[in-house]
């Protein structure tokens, strides 16, 4: 590319492909200049100013001092990593979005995260100066890669096919928007005149990997396997290759990663005693004995009162049953077919009462991903692109309890399986009108499309004798409900609603997302269609961008949220004295559903299972980039983002809360019947202007002062 300086002396080349590059100039009456090895980054300046000394243009001055690494005139505060950081950095399983973690500001949520099922990617949850992550925008190619649903990566790149990443934390330009947190953008490998390709292996698994000896000693093997300590491997493999089908014009690129796992998972977990399971029969005359609570040390104590006595409103005053002595005609029946049910813990030392049980197993976990970029250089002026990716992934496992499951053996404590096809769509073109005036265009297109399944199916709840859960005419609701007692450190449930954790003490079991990291069953299909025009134009010492990004996004989900068999919590509250003592497992044997909750819908409705969303989101934005002085440089712009009402595909296919319905006692707005609309009826707000300003300042030499405001704006998750 070529360009010439204007009266001040500087110049602006720009769209150009990352890489490295060698900047020339020349004029009559003075020497060339050139400076080799100038590195181009995505969405940044490369600041090359050159010298002139008097002489003929047959000569040449080669500056051989690398170009500054500073950069002068972005105000943008923001991480960049080329090609060999991406490529070479040593990143845990290879994940992309782990680069977010080397900007400064950026944390790691712990303690949650989204189940395997609808995040095999591995998108990251990463709050960055205090913002939450769902706020973070990621782009690949210049096209929107965030899922809006879970506020995630949608494909998470092959490193080996990122040329370069950057992580914008601060004042990002006004072409930046629908981020509160930071901007990830990431750009794909070209091909060359020149074959090119590469490939790994890496490879890690339990014969690598020590024993815990709390969880994984010789006498807690598992009952299955015989292992002590369970099956563990990780194997990912892959390669590119890149080159020219028409040397100089049409250039291809390609890459393959695949991964192969068995995720070996082991963790301790409290189940009823012998002594329990023996006694506690609900036939005859005789007690249910739960007196080895009474002594083993159970936070608040392991007391079981009864919950047909006392007050019952606030369960104060209640009787305790002595000794911890329930008679057997007080049981559920449905609940001691399930305690017959539960597998016996292993541990069966007299006295020993928590952590007497150890699950462990391994479950697989496979991915097939691949991206094809092709690239044809039409002329000098016009430069086109398109690129395709597709990430395929297949996912299970099964519970540690048997057949009532429980924290599983997948990925995370996956009990269930998901099968995932995310696929991501660029293309695009560059016109160069002029030697100042410049348009590119984009079309992008991105689906993720997790379907998940839960590991059992049939009529279990209804062979316990728990009615209502398995629906016949309603397929969802086959297989386990969640059964949900104390918590567990695989799947991280927390356990039933308790007063100061007293009384929790037997692992929760079942099906569902809290218990067994599996949103299951669950259907969806989200697509967004996206087209992104910019014009650049330079003027002096500004530069002048402005452009639209309009989006059209379409949802279906049917998501189990709440596991459609049922969640039925067994809090020790039902069973203390107000709010003092009890035992989550008194609470269960005596069949105390403290509460219940379960994601339904009529499977008689033919738009059921069709029933989805709808949403265009519109932006504009204006910006300059004005050289003010050889050390200061100004950005303003002005972003305008609209976010129109959702609307549902069909009548009848859903409905808007609103809380100033009906004199202020809100209601329900069933799309398409009465009065309302496919949106409900919602007004748009057309207020949401982003302002953005930013400056930097050339200190010293080594110095740069950036300073910046800005506004932003985010549809949350």
Known sequence: DTTTSNESGNYSVTHLVPDVYTVRVESKGFKISEQKDVIVEADAAANVPLQFQVGGTSETVEVTAEAPELKTDRADVATSFNEKYVEDMPILNRNFTTLQLLAPGSQKLTGWSHAATENPQGGQQIFTQGQHFSGTAFELDGTDNQDPILGIIVVNPNLDAITEAKVSLQNYDAEFGKAVSSVVTAQTKSGSNEIHGSGFLFRRSDAQEARDPFTQSPNQASAVTGRDLPASRWVQFGGTIGGAI???????????????????VSGQFTLPTALVRSTCTGVGDGNCDLSEYLTAGVNGGGQVYDPATGDLATGSGRSAFTGNLIPNSRLSPAAVSVLQALPAPQNTTPGVVLNNYAGSGSGPFTQNSFDTRIDYIASQSVSVFGRYSLSHYSLSGKGVFGALQGPGDGLLGLAGSSIIHNQSLATGFTKTLSGTLLTDFRFGYFKYNPQTKKPDGGAPMTAFGIPGANNTSDPKTDGLGAFILGGDQISGESGAPNSGNQGLVISSFGDGLGIARCNCPLTESEQQFQFVNNWTKIRGNHQFKFGADIRYAMNLRI?????????????????????????????FLLGEVT?????????????????????KRWFFYGQDTWRFTSKLTLNYGLRWEIYFPESVNAKGNGGFANIVDNG???????????????????????????????????????TVVRAGYGRSYDIGV
């Not at 596991?563 to 035992?583: I, K, W």
């Not at 309302?676 to 009826?681: A, D, M």
């Open 595 to 615: 509460s219940f909750a379960r994601y339904v819908n009529n499977p008689n409705l033919p738009s059921a299972a069709n029933a989805a969303e709808r949403q």
């Open 559 to 587: 998501p189990s949220d709440n596991n459609r068999t049922g969640e039925y919590n067994f809090s020790p509250e039902a069973t203390s004295n107000g709010g003092s003592g009890g035992l989550d497992l008194g609470t």
């Open 664 to 702: 202020g006692t809100g209601g329900i707005r069933v799309a398409g019947y009465g009065p309302y609309g496919l949106n409900g009826n919602i007004s748009n707000a057309l207020h949401a202007f982003a302002p953005r300003l930013g400056l930097a300042y050339q200190l010293t030499p080594k």
């Open 246 to 264: 028409i040397k100089d014009k049409l250039f291809y690129f390609g890459d393959y990663q695949g991964t192969r796992q068995t995720n070996g």
